[in-house]
């Protein structure tokens, strides 16, 4: 298509129950609408994604691992190990690629321990609380900032 690898897209726990999963919070698309809706959009942009989707926090940071040398970018809705795991905030950093970190909710307006991110912390850029259509947005700045068509988000870029 574009010489790009393709864009993984990372889903953690919980993440295989949408649609069912309190739909006042998460919406009513499943994680295979989801999926659906980023591979139309990635490929009217010309660009292949891939998917990925694990309850367990160490299968996330393998997956991760393996998109070192196969991706080039990875979408990543981490769910609540967001707010908990170092092990996948070191595994996106030896990844090396550019990371978008996405949520369906916007959860700074959800409870308190919701409002820290060890994944921001590698993250381009973070989108959220546009629930299905915070992949859809993500998959766009991830192509965008891949063809440098935007501006990395960083201070030090
Ligand atoms: C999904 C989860 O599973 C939560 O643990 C996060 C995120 C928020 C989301 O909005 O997609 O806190």
């Known amino acids: 298509m574009t010489g790009l690898r393709p864009i993984l897209v990372l889903n953690g726990p919980n993440l295989n129950m949408l649609g069912v999963r309190e739909p006042h919070i998460y919406g009513h698309h499943t994680l295979g609408d989801v999926e659906d809706m980023c591979r139309e959009r990635a490929a009217a942009l010309g660009v292949e994604v891939t998917f990925g989707q694990s309850n367990y926090e160490g299968e996330l940071v393998g997956m991760i691992q393996q998109a070192r ?80 068509q935007v501006p990395a988000g960083g201070p030090g870029d």
Do not use: C, Q, W
Not at 108 to 124: D, K, N, P, Q
């Open 69 to 148: 040398d196969g991706a080039s970018g990875i979408v990543i809705n981490p769910g609540a190990y967001t707010h908990t795991s170092v092990a996948i905030y070191d595994a996106l950093k030896l990844a090396e690629l550019p990371v978008i970190e996405v949520h369906l909710s916007n959860p700074h307006r959800r409870e308190e321990f919701r409002h820290h991110s060890y994944i921001s912390l590698v993250a381009e850029g973070i989108v959220a609380g546009f629930g299905a259509r915070s992949f859809v947005m993500a998959i766009e700045g991830m192509v965008g900032y891949l063809r440098r």
